[in-house]
């Protein structure tokens, strides 16, 4: 029988690596076994853990919620062929943007290392000492936070948010651009209570994690599109070495990011199959609870989110092209590449 429980230092724990990461001057977390191949850390019994915990709830008959880029509507934007255009006439800053912005907020994450769950058996009416929903509290917040932005115990190896870092300097060469970017807002604005039929508290926790789960279908997007961009021969032909080499860091990052889409899935899953304690004194079935909220954050990630953020970017992007002597007629070349038009057509 699989292992369901275990304890924070399990959960915690590296492989043996043969070799540390350290890649673009910056020192890394992760590294490699003996032929080479890359390690994500603190996986060595976190994976295991988290495919015993969904196997353990689908053989209870109750699958595991889709959390795949399937729940997305719409492509990148700028898309591939509009990105390809703008670094092909010397404009490289949007994509220099999007990379550094990508590494300012990997770098907040690092916040769930100091988060602390509430128990959520006080208001779940089955035992879930042996479910990821039990051990939020017991590693697993703390593991997403630390591959984000950094484990606050080893400060010495950069994580998510220095690896995008690593990954826009081989593209570009360090300092191509000013850094001083302000993200946008990616997490839903407040909708007002959404679970009422609970404590605030645990609502605001389930909001929390269904709200990363979706960040992180829409980062596995934006992974295939940075791939894509860097292993494209018709751009960075000075750069050809390093723009390899930065999509082979944005795989490693996708490998580490995996296990976040993993144990969110499942537990999001989990609450679904579950009975919750209600306020006033009785109970409801997790999925009637559950499942509107995440329609909800799944409508809002795939379409508003995504409209919000492509009006923004097209504005900026516009703003900057208008300013340089050929740049109306870039624009025009960029909007006929909008895959939006093209289907329409």
Same mark, same amino acid.
């Given at each position: ?6 304890? %924070? ?16 001057? %910056?020192? @890394? ?8 191949? %890359?390690? &994500? ?7 295991? !853990?988290?495919?015993?915990?969904? *196997? !353990?709830?689908? $053989? ?18 700028? +898309?591939?062929?509009?990105?390809? @255009? ?25 916040? @769930? ?15 879930? &000492? *042996? ?9 697993? #917040?703390?593991?997403?936070? !630390? ?9 010495? %190896? ?49 909001? #929390?994690? /269904? ?18 961009? /860097?292993?494209?021969? $018709? ?12 999509? =082979? ?7 580490? =990011? ?5 144990? @969110? ?7 679904? &199959? ?36 492509? *009006?923004?970017?097209? $504005?900026?992007?516009?703003? +900057? ?17 909008? &895959? ?6």
């Amino acid at each position: 029988m699989a292992k369901l429980v275990y304890t %924070y230092d399990e959960l915690m724990a590296d492989h043996p690596y043969a070799k540390r990461q350290e890649d673009a001057g %910056y020192l @890394l977390h992760g590294g490699f076994d003996a032929d080479g191949n %890359y390690l &994500s850390p603190r996986t060595l019994h976190r994976w295991p !853990a988290v495919k015993a915990w969904g *196997e !353990a709830l689908q $053989a209870k008959g109750w699958p595991l919620i889709d959390a795949t880029v399937e729940l997305l509507k719409h492509d990148n934007f700028p +898309n591939v062929d509009q990105q390809r @255009l703008l670094l092909q006439n010397g404009y490289g800053e949007a994509l220099w943007n999007s990379l550094t912005v990508t590494g300012i907020v990997e770098a907040r994450g690092r916040a @769930l290392c100091e988060f602390t769950a509430p128990d959520f058996q006080d208001i779940i009416v089955e035992d879930i &000492s *042996e479910t990821a929903t039990g051990h939020l509290g017991k590693g697993l #917040l703390y593991a997403h936070g !630390a591959d984000e932005g950094g484990d606050p115990d080893h400060p010495e %190896y950069g994580a998510h948010d220095a690896m995008w870092f690593a990954a826009r300097d081989l593209l570009f060469g360090k300092g191509k651009y000013p850094e001083d970017i302000e993200p946008d807002n990616i997490s839903r604005p407040e909708q007002g209570r959404l679970m009422p039929q609970i404590p605030e508290g645990y609502e605001q926790i389930i909001a #929390l994690l /269904m709200n990363v789960l979706m960040i992180e279908v829409r980062a596995e997007a934006f992974f295939s599109f940075c791939q894509k961009i /860097m292993r494209d021969p $018709a751009v960075f032909q000075d750069r050809r070495e390093a723009a390899e080499h930065a999509a =082979e860091m944005v795989e490693r990052i996708r490998t580490d =990011e995996a296990i976040h889409v993993g144990y @969110l899935q499942t537990v999001i899953s989990e609450m679904r &199959s579950f009975t919750f304690k209600t306020v006033d004194g009785g109970t409801i079935a997790g999925k009637d609870l559950i499942d509107p909220v995440w329609d909800g954050m799944v409508v809002w990630h795939s379409e508003t989110q995504h409209q919000k953020s492509r *009006e923004m970017t097209y $504005a900026h992007l516009k703003d +900057n092209l208008l300013q340089r002597e050929d740049g109306a007629k870039l624009l025009e070349q960029f909007n006929a590449l909008d &895959s939006r038009k093209q289907a329409a057509a």
